[in-house]
């Protein structure tokens, strides 16, 4: 029997990459899923894999940080699959640039998605955990949002809202069996890290302890463990998974 037989799982930013990756490592498990991205036609991939394992999956297209859209799409998805026991906040985005440059419709952009999106969908699902007394909360962030990075002021700020609000909602939920934790990932490869210069890719690498990129696989089998039974003590935390780079 899988650890996430008869458990549903709502992702965000599903598509492709660490989400995609995630949504199908719960879906190995026995999860169904609810997936979502901006267009929903970007979901067939990752629909159909999960499909292949024998896995119910409901795609929804939204925008994170649209509060009614976001609402809608928990509850429709609830309604398909019956219940909701994790919820990954993954959905992302950058727009980066050097403080001097960036304008105030980058920074919003990307607070908007990382920092108040992660908000609406984390509220929306928490009253159906709250009422199920049971459910587990893993947010994507990143070791940008603990060390800063030039260029990324807008990102930090948004990864470093989402650690500290999970600390919180930890603290708000852990009386109703509700955990709340997040993952904050390194340098992992992907279709950008693959079209950097061979340089810059070396000079990235020589700052990772272990001496290599890490996989989106990495990242997703740290959310597994984040949302599982083995993880029930678990709250309020934020591993990194970085291949040594913060300590």
């Known amino acids: 029997m899988a650890?996430?037989?008869?458990k549903v799982a709502l992702v965000t930013g599903a598509a492709r990459g660490i989400g995609q990756a995630i949504a199908l490592r719960l879906a190995a498990e026995g999860a169904d899923l609810a997936i979502c991205d901006l267009q929903k036609d970007w979901l067939a991939e990752t629909a159909a894999k999960a499909a292949e394992m024998g896995r119910k999956v409901e795609c929804y297209s939204v925008d994170v940080s649209n509060g009614p859209g976001v609402q809608e799409v928990v509850e429709q998805a609830a309604q398909a699959l019956g219940r909701i026991d994790i919820l990954v906040n993954n959905?992302?985005?950058?727009?980066?640039?050097?403080?001097?440059?960036?304008?105030?419709?980058?920074?919003?952009?990307?607070?908007?998605?990382?920092?108040?999106?992660?908000?609406?969908?984390?509220?929306?699902?928490?009253?159906?955990?709250?009422?199920?007394?049971?459910?587990?909360?893993?947010?994507?962030a990143s070791?940008?949002?603990?060390?800063?990075?030039?260029?990324?002021?807008?990102?930090?700020?948004?990864?470093?809202?989402?650690?500290?609000?999970?600390?919180?909602?930890a603290k708000e939920l852990a009386s109703r069996n509700v955990r709340a934790n997040a993952v904050a990932p390194g340098f992992i490869r992907s279709k950008m890290t693959e079209k950097l210069p061979e340089e810059i890719q070396k000079k990235m690498?020589?700052?990772?302890?272990?001496?290599?990129?890490?996989?989106?696989?990495?990242?997703?089998?740290?959310?597994?463990?984040?949302?599982?039974?083995?993880?029930?003590?678990?709250?309020?935390?934020?591993?990194?998974?970085?291949?040594?780079?913060?300590?």
Do not use: H
């Open 3 to 6: 650890q996430f037989d008869g």
């Open 143 to 169: 070791i940008i949002g603990l060390i800063g990075n030039a260029g990324q002021c807008n990102y930090a700020a948004s990864k470093a809202g989402v650690i500290a609000l999970t600390k919180s909602v």
């Open 91 to 140: 959905a992302g985005i950058t727009k980066d640039t050097l403080l001097m440059r960036m304008s105030e419709a980058d920074w919003d952009a990307v607070l908007d998605v990382n920092l108040k999106g992660t908000f609406l969908f984390t509220k929306s699902v928490s009253r159906i955990m709250m009422k199920q007394r049971a459910g587990a909360i893993v947010n994507v």
């Open 205 to 247: 690498m020589e700052a990772i302890p272990l001496a290599r990129f890490g996989e989106p696989e990495d990242v997703a089998n740290v959310v597994v463990f984040l949302a599982s039974d083995a993880a029930a003590y678990v709250t309020g935390q934020v591993l990194t998974v970085c291949g040594g780079m913060v300590t």
